[in-house]
T-cell receptor
């Protein structure tokens, strides 16, 4: 199994530019999560999807952030326009059972995208 | 409100035992996760506790007390590769599927 795939791994951009992060979840997983991680705030959930439908986007910081999941194998997180305070590591995770009751169906994280906005 | 507390940093010696504590105050509770995250890498699943008590998995064990809002991760026979951040996360049984995450405990294992 290839695991969760994210691209790009690193992104450096200038303030005001549009940034698009991509994620391919594990095949067969029906939940997809977008997280942001910083030293100060730790791991924050931005949005999650179930069966390609956004369920909770209350963690999305503001209108500059948007996420889509056009099909079961692809999702994007877009920031437009980007700002220096958006600099962070963005993780995508997928799960077939986000509650993880059995301990085997848990959230699997991709390698992350390190975003730097200058 | 929802709150999870973990020590920020810990140090230990190779071959020793270390206990990483996590206390939580949440509106509901289904279970508690522990994840390991090496520097520059993604979090990886270690354990999930639903019931009170100790669950052992090789060198790692995780304990839960629901009445006290308390959990710990116990690492035995520490190895250098155990140097990482350890994240505690609570499934608060809400209608949503969010996990409430602690900020993590950075563990440094010294030779």
């Amino acid at each position: 199994d290839a695991g969760v795939i994210q691209s790009p791994r690193h992104e450096v951009t200038e303030m005001g530019q549009e940034v698009t992060l991509r994620c391919k979840p594990i095949s067969g997983h029906d939940y997809l999560f977008w997280y942001r991680q910083t030293m100060m705030r730790g791991l924050e959930l931005l949005i999650y999807f179930n069966n390609n439908v956004p369920i909770d986007d209350s963690g999305m910081p503001e209108d500059r952030f948007s996420a889509k999941m056009p099909n079961a194998s692809f999702s994007t997180l877009k920031i437009q326009p980007s700002e220096p305070r958006d600099s962070a590591v963005y993780f995508c995770a997928s799960s077939s059972n986000p509650k993880g009751v059995s301990g085997t169906d848990t959230q699997y994280f991709g390698p992350g995208t390190r975003l730097t906005v200058l | 409100g929802q709150n999870i507390d973990q020590p920020t940093e810990m140090t230990a010696t190779e071959g020793a035992i270390v206990q990483i504590n996590c206390t939580y105050q949440t509106s509901g509770f289904n279970g508690l996760f522990w994840y390991q995250q090496h520097a520059g890498e993604a979090p990886t699943f270690l354990s999930y506790n639903v019931l009170d008590g100790l669950e052992e998995k090789g060198r790692f064990s995780s304990f839960l007390s629901r009445s006290k809002g308390y959990s710990y991760l116990l690492l035995k026979e520490l190895q250098m590769k155990d140097s990482a951040s350890y994240l505690c996360a609570v499934d608060n049984a809400g209608n949503n599927r969010k996990l409430i995450w602690g900020l993590g405990t950075s563990l440094a294992v010294n030779p």
